[in-house]
């Protein structure tokens, strides 16, 4: 379904300064298109803060729970990725190697992003087996040109105007 066809669902004729999205909500087609970009099937949490919000979301929305792992904690075979955290220290993040299916739809979890560093390894693992990041969600995303290529590709939610 193209654009044009989502907007002529939209009631544009109404009172005051609103139009009605409501026609869109009641066309299946539409309404799933629209819906499908914002679906997920598992979140990754980064290690370690991470893990607290990525596991309460998991269980709020009956799905499952993936970690990525500081380097030499996870028994078993991996895939790695290395990056330069908001420290500046060198860090590896690891991520089980059977953990995600191809095609699986993930929202990518951490509690706070300064740089992008830690996410943009955690995605370069997720997409290395196939996922497919829905989302990122964090307490906040600074605001910064080393953050911005994830604002610019990735659907990015933050908690932080209620803070």
């Known amino acids: 379904m193209s654009d044009r066809t989502y907007l002529a669902l939209i009631d544009r004729k109404t009172s005051g300064n609103r139009c009605d999205v409501t026609p869109l909500f009641a066309d299946y087609v539409a309404f799933s298109a629209l819906v499908e970009p914002l679906a997920f099937e598992v979140v990754v949490g980064i290690d370690a803060l991470g893990f607290i919000l990525g596991a309460v979301l998991a ?6 729970f993936v970690p990525v792992r500081k380097g030499g904690k996870l028994p078993g075979a991996v895939d790695s990725a290395e990056c330069v955290d908001y420290t500046g220290q060198p860090k590896t993040l690891e991520l089980r190697r059977d953990a995600l299916e191809p095609g699986t739809r993930v929202l990518l979890v951490d509690e706070w992003i300064e740089t992008g560093a830690q996410a943009q390894a955690a995605i370069q693992l997720i997409e290395g087996q196939g996922g497919i990041i829905a989302g990122i ?4 995303v600074d605001d910064n040109e080393q953050t911005e290529p994830l604002r610019a590709r990735y659907h990015c939610v933050q908690a932080a105007p209620y803070l």
């Open 137 to 140: 969600a964090s307490l906040h």
């Open 59 to 64: 269980l709020r929305t009956h799905v499952g």
